[in-house]
């Protein structure tokens, strides 16, 4: 998972550029970099850690020009400690392109391949993105002929990469002399918005992985970029868009977006994540009604901070006491997606610490926004009990997680997650809980259908399986465990190679 960002300024865009990075820092925290563009030169700076550290006054200074891109990352299944795979990534053929990506290539493999043999391109790391720019750089030769750069010549390398790549990808290009290319996948998988700010001096643009990014930087949000579509703005102003994708497909974003990774004052596909979180709560709220004694429930916990409105919401449906007991580090990164066990079991004490007061004596139902290994659960179990509390309850918004993300999440292999050959019960029980409660997956998707009508169909494979882009198998699968070292489960798919 990633955050980018793209701005066609009218004055120096460095710093614009490092603010809207910091607005997406939670997308990303193992890396971060800046390209921008300045009398036919590119000028990039990129290093492991959060922005605040990989950016200094010096760094900032060596990056003039009114355009350019950001990127901030987490590591993901197969990527490589090495800042190289680090982005905004650079080709200097055909005219010059630097590139950030969000997502993951799920044919990435098959894509070097013929990168090497057929379009005699070399690729240089293990990175996705990397294969993936080289597709579009190939693809812009072709359709320009390596002479001639225009609109038409962009959108047909655009439709040219739609043919060629499978999985996820929210995409921002900059070509030198010419301007900006952005596009997303057919199925709109990763999110991708556009945003205008009016000057003196002219226009500015922006193209960003979420609406904050834009809102937070004094610019207005003009809309989200369509699946399968791509948006051409060039150097000297003009903005032009046009549908690339050859087969009309439904458009399927990550439902995992909505129940944790984007920001809360975050619109995303003409949905407020906030309101979004509520509306889950509501539906969670009814399902605990059903599967909990409620006069067994003293007090309503979330566990910070996504889980938050929907744990505020869940607690006012059912007429329950509302508290906080957690107090977050926020200083510390996420947990699920940390190396090793006793690493991430260290993490969540570091991360959160319980107010003794709020426990004592209760009987607390927890709510958090999804359960994935089961460690921060557990832990989180553990606190609870021990500041005090009589019986401990647990509520996930999201659904049982019984499969990897294959396109840009980096969750565990299928025998690493919790649900996986457990009921509801024994889940309970492997967490310490008194009781355990998901969301329905209909009731999650309901939830997003009722703030827009138009999205019928979710990407929401780490909870069913159904992998909208048709090419995921047990050998998928298979490949990416041997990767990892862990074993193969039956049935399950995984990702590898991910990147963005």
Known sequence: MCGIVGVMG???????????LLLLQHRGQDAAGIATAHDQFFSMHKAH????????????RSLPGNSGLGQVRYPTAGSSASVDEAQPFYVNAPFGITF?????????????????????????????????????????????NGVTLDEHAAFEAVRAVHRRAKGAYAVIAHISSFGMVAF????????LCLGRHDTDAGTEWMLTSESVAITGCGFNLVRDVAPGEAIVITEDGRVSSRACAEDGREHTPCVFEYV??????????????YDARLHMGE?????????????????????????????????????????????????????????GQAVRKKSVRQKLSAIDLEFRGKNVLLVDDSIVRGTTSREIVDMARAA???KVFFASAAPAVRYPNVYGIDMPTQSELIATGRDTGQVAREIGADGLVYQA???????????????????????????????IDAAYLQRLSLSRGMPACSGAMAAEGEDG
Not at 260 to 273: E, K, L, T
Not at 462 to 469: L, M, S, W
């Open 388 to 390: 005090g509390a009589h």
């Open 441 to 471: 997956l209909s009731d999650l998707e309901q939830a997003l259908r009722d703030l827009n009508p138009a999205m019928q169909r979710f990407e929401s494979s780490c909870f069913n399986g159904e992998y909208v882009t048709g090419d």
């Open 260 to 273: 944790y990774f984007a920001r809360p004052d975050s619109v995303m596909d003409g949905v407020s994540i």
């Open 100 to 144: 950030v990506h969000n997502g993951n290539l799920t044919n990435w493999r098959e894509l070097r391949e013929a990168l090497f043999k057929h379009d005699r391109r070399h690729i240089n790391t293990n990175s996705d993105s990397e294969v993936l720019l080289n597709v579009f750089a190939h693809e812009l030769q072709q359709a320009s």
């Open 49 to 60: 850690g959060l922005v605040r550290d990989v950016f200094r006054t010096r760094n900032m």
């Open 10 to 20: 009218q004055s120096p865009v460095n710093q614009l550029i490092y603010d809207s």
């Open 283 to 339: 539906y969670l709220a009814d399902n605990v009604a059903k599967s909990l004694r409620l006069g067994d429930i003293d007090v309503v916990m979330p566990i910070p901070d996504s889980s938050r409105p929907s744990a505020m919401q869940l607690a006012a449906r059912l007429n329950l006491c509302y508290r906080e007991g957690f107090i977050k580090n926020r200083y510390v990164g996420r947990t699920f997606i940390m190396p």
């Open 184 to 191: 997303r996948d057919p199925h709109g998988i990763r999110p």
